[in-house]
Every structure is written in structure tokens, then in C-alpha cells.
């Protein structure tokens, strides 16, 4: 017997490839975005889905957590709603001195408190608040959630802001945003390219992820645009729903003209193709796309011409959610294990810390906001 355990062959299993390095460990609550700044700071959100979240926002400091820009800004003020910070989603530094912050103001995916859902500009030299944009109710509505947010300077008086509602019970969306005055509105509201696509079945760790309620009842996961990408020279918006493999993309143009009706818009939607599912997206200087592909553990580009490769392949890329690329030409990514919350296991929480910061080096600068 013992003869024969030691003639067992060894079978040939799955094999996994890209150079990942651990930036930082997480053993409190569970991050989604990270940003690095064009000093190569590194800030942190932490949304409030049930983790007993201390702050929603940090910088990374001497390998340590710091609420930020303070402590103040990240404790809800219900006297002041606007300027302090309720459930943020996402980070975004901006390249030129500022971060913005995209709050959702839905702790726990509730409706938007009311003047809590906001993209605040944070000023990265004096680490003050320098404007807040709030948004009307037929922009943000009750079933709004403000997911995450591309810039480009290059066009009106202050530049403009592309965030993707990534609704679970209403309509996904790109929500416009004129930074020069805050008017705001929505586009593709509703469309095919911003909704869940009723046919996926999302499968992670090879079991299928849906929503398991702690009563034993089950529905389909569902939701609405997520991923966003801008292309380097501010004329192209790559977006995708969370709960769907394919992969679309429209002319900011378009976007912003608003004599365009919205029906219309369907007609300038340009499908890519299947890339994967993903949750975050970001874009390099020379026009590459990167995305995650939390179905199998993996990290895509996709090259203007369309074709993709997968860069890395992990076992440890248990969700890769948000992208951002550092003056370091590192690609940096959050892992969370989105799949594993007890929503989609009947109330058990099946996630192990530490979730985690990774980088992999692309040799590519993040693509510009400005010119």
C-alpha cells in the first residue's frame, strides 16, 4: 500500500502567473477603493456595508491607516450632512493636486440620505475640503448608488465628471457632471449597456454567487453600472455592470450633449465584447484598459485595438475591485472578497482577513486628466 502512494502521480493542476507584491494588509473593515496620488500617496475608502468602519476614508502613513483629511470629516454630522463624509465608495486622485471623494451617503445600500450623496474635491496640499457637489433628486435617486467616477479637464469651464449609478432596484445610469456649476443629469438611464444582463449567473470559487437571505430565501445578484474608464485624451468613457461579462464604451461627447435625447444614446454605445466580469477599471497613457475578472481570480488589459490579455492569474485575487495606476508605473488593486459577505451566504461570513492592497508593475503611467 505504502509502496503504491508513493508511485501516485502527480496530476497536472491550474496554473497561475503574475508577479503580485503586498502593499498593505487590512485586518479591520473591508476596503473597495484605493487611489494613488501623482506623489504617490495612497489613499483608502471603506464603505459601510456592516464592518465596523472607523473612518471612511484614509491615507496610507508610514505603513499605517489615518483617517483622512481628519478624523471630524469622517464622523456623519446629521447638522452638517455636506461636509462631513457618510459611506464612501470610491477615491480618485486626479493628477493635479486634488482628490475627490464619491460619497454614497446609502450606508448599508439604503436610499441616499437626503444632501448626503456627494463628489467632494479635496485640496492634497492643504488637506482641506476645497467644493462639495450635492445633486438634485431626479439625478440621484432614491434607488441611486453612486458607484465610482472618471475626470477630464480638457473640456468646459472646469471640467466635467462621469459617475456610474450601480443601482440594485432601479435604473443604472452615467451621471454627467459639469464641474463648473454642478448641473448634473443622467444618461443612458435604464439602457441595455448600463443594466445587469438578465442572463449571467455569476460564478466565483466555482460556486454560483446570489443574494442568500438569512430566512433561506434566495434572489439572482443584480447589479447596474460599475466599472468605469476614461481613455487618455478624455474623449472615450469605458463602462461595464457589475452583474454582466460584456464590456461597452461612448463618446464623452455625446454624453454631455444634451440635445441629444436620451433614447438616442443606445445608438452610440459601442460593444467591445466579452471581457470578463469586473468591478473596477482603469486606463494607462497609452489608451489600455485595465480590468478585473473576479469570476477567475485574474487582472485583464484590453488594448485600444480590442484585443485582451490577462496579466496575472491568482488564487489570492479573491475579487478584484478597484484599479488605480501609480506615477510608480504600478498597476495597485484592492482585493476584498466581495463574494464571500454574509448577504450571499445566508447570513454566515464566509470572508478571512487580511483583505489586501496589491500591485503589479505595468511599466505604464495612468492615463491624463488635463493637458
Not at 80 to 92: A, E, R
Not at 155 to 171: H, N
Not at 226 to 236: F, L, M, R, T, Y
Not at 339 to 354: A, C, I, M, S, V
Request: aromatic share 12%.
Amino acid at each position: 500500500m505504502f509502496e503504491e502512494d508513493i508511485m501516485k502521480p502527480m496530476l497536472p493542476s491550474e496554473k497561475y502567473f503574475g508577479n503580485l507584491e503586498l502593499v498593505y494588509a487590512f485586518y479591520g473593515a473591508m476596503p473597495t477603493g484605493v487611489t494613488v496620488s501623482e506623489t504617490g500617496r495612497i489613499f483608502i475608502c471603506f464603505p459601510k456595508w456592516g464592518d465596523d468602519v472607523k473612518f471612511t476614508v484614509a491615507e496610507i502613513v508610514q505603513d499605517k491607516l489615518q483617517s483622512y483629511p481628519n478624523l471630524k470629516t469622517n464622523l456623519v454630522n446629521s447638522e452638517n450632512i455636506t461636509m462631513t463624509f457618510i459611506s464612501v465608495q470610491s477615491v480618485v486622485a486626479d493628477g493635479r493636486g486634488t482628490l475627490w471623494i464619491l460619497d454614497t451617503g446609502a450606508p448599508n445600500f439604503s436610499a441616499p440620505i437626503k444632501g448626503g450623496a456627494k463628489l467632494v474635491a479635496v485640496d492634497l496640499e492643504t488637506n482641506t475640503i476645497r467644493k462639495v457637489y450635492t445633486f438634485t433628486e431626479d439625478v440621484v435617486l432614491p434607488t441611486t448608488y453612486l458607484n465610482d467616477v472618471r475626470f477630464d479637464f480638457r473640456v468646459g469651464k472646469a471640467g466635467y465628471a462621469y459617475i456610474t449609478d450601480s443601482s440594485s432596484r432601479g435604473p443604472g445610469a452615467i451621471i454627467v457632471v459639469d464641474l463648473s456649476n454642478g448641473n448634473a443629469f443622467r444618461r443612458l438611464n435604464g439602457a441595455k449597456s448600463t443594466s445587469p444582463d438578465p442572463y449571467f449567473l455569476p460564478k466565483v470559487e466555482g460556486e454560483i454567487l446570489m443574494n442568500r437571505n438569512i430566512d433561506g430565501s434566495t434572489s439572482p445578484f443584480r447589479l447596474a453600472s460599475d466599472g468605469i474608464a476614461i481613455s487618455p485624451d478624455g474623449k472615450v468613457l469605458f463602462f461595464c455592470p457589475l452583474t454582466s461579462r460584456h464590456f461597452f464604451s461612448i463618446s464623452t461627447e455625446v454624453l454631455r450633449d444634451r440635445t441629444i435625447p436620451d433614447k438616442d444614446l443606445i445608438y452610440h454605445v459601442e460593444y467591445w465584447g466579452e471581457k470578463g466580469a469586473s468591478d473596477g477599471m482603469i486606463t494607462d497613457a497609452k489608451g489600455t484598459v485595465y480590468a478585473g475578472d473576479y469570476e477567475n481570480n485574474s487582472i485583464r488589459k484590453i488594448f485600444p485595438n480590442g484585443i485582451m490579455e490577462t496579466i496575472a492569474h491568482d488564487p489570492r485575487i479573491l475579487w478584484p475591485d478597484t484599479f488605480s495606476i501609480g506615477p510608480d508605473q504600478y498597476l495597485y488593486v484592492i482585493v476584498n472578497q466581495l463574494h464571500r459577505q454574509p448577504r450571499f451566504h445566508y447570513g454566515k461570513d464566509l470572508r478571512e482577513t487580511p483583505y489586501s492592497l496589491l500591485r503589479i508593475k505595468i511599466d505604464e503611467f495612468p492615463a491624463p486628466t488635463f493637458s
